[in-house]
């Protein structure tokens, strides 16, 4: 039987109550959101598609968009079969994500919470994730992640352990950057912290994103899983689309085609962990991947 979870991973809105300094999306992506036509001919397409996958819906930041849930999850919960999941900044009111929680029921998949110390504090932010741990279905899954930006892993690791001591996972993710060799550098000095934040010594990628490299690899990217814009432009992965190719068509003008099977891997490094825990890397052991 196949591993794999058949993805899309939506990025619904740019628009973001957050700005980062380390946030790696350009500051150009990170405004705006899908007029109501541009909405729903991608919820029509989502909503064409066979069998059951699940839709990671990412920003900017969902909740920051209105129609992500006066439109967009009664759609996906009502005329599709799909799963439900998000990656949020957990700064949406506590009565709204309790309402996300409810609405959607057995059909959640993963939050993915991220925290983001420049804007909260671990102690909020924590209070916030066990609050709407409580109310989400017992098959779904919360996941914490942070971005180990250098020169703040001491405090990284404070927040670890309160994430940890409140029995919720905690996922680092090494930070990323445009230039190369895609990862930033973090000095002498923080190796130990950075060790302690990792967790392992050699995390598989559900411990952890250090950024790995599958290049060769066959991978279901561009078949069953897919990154997909607010502007409906479809693409086979994250670093595809940031290499400018893999480009799979616009699902607005229908020109969008997933492909047929798998390919070897052709980049350098996989930004995303996603791939990987959703199963699309072949020849990844059951140790590498987590399960």
Known sequence: MSRRQRTVEWQV?????????????????????????????????????SGR???????GEPFAFAAFLARVVPYLLERTPHIVS???????PP?????????TGPRLGIVSASLHLEH??????????????????????????????????AALLEARQRVLDAGLPFFPQ??????????????????PLLRRLLGYSEPTPRQANVVPSYRGRTCWAGAEYFVLTQRGEA?????????????????????????????????????????????????????????
Not at 123 to 152: D, H, I
């Open 235 to 291: 693409w086979s992965c994250r670093a595809a689309r940031r290499a400018g190719d893999g480009y799979l068509g616009d699902v607005l003008d229908g020109t969008a085609e997933l492909r047929s099977g798998p390919a070897p891997c052709a980049y350098p490094l996989c930004p995303c962990a996603t791939p990987a825990n959703r199963g699309m890397i072949d020849g990844l052991g059951a140790a590498e991947v987590g399960w």
């Open 120 to 153: 909260t504090s671990a102690e909020r932010f924590v209070e916030r994730a066990c609050a709407l741990r409580q109310v989400m279905a017992r098959s779904a899954r919360l996941v914490v992640n942070a971005v180990l930006v250098p020169g703040r892993l």
């Open 53 to 59: 996958w699940e839709i990671k819906m990412t920003g």
């Open 86 to 92: 998000v990656l949020t900044n957990l700064s949406a």
């Open 95 to 103: 009565d709204t994500l309790r309402r996300f929680a409810e609405e």
């Open 13 to 49: 809105c740019g628009v973001c109550n957050y700005d980062c300094s380390y946030c790696i999306q350009s500051p150009k992506h990170r405004t705006g959101h899908p007029d109501a036509q541009q909405l729903e001919g991608i919820l029509a397409f989502l909503g064409a598609l």
């Open 174 to 191: 090494l930070m990323k950057v445009k230039r190369a060799p895609g990862i930033a550098a973090y000095s002498d000095e923080e190796r």
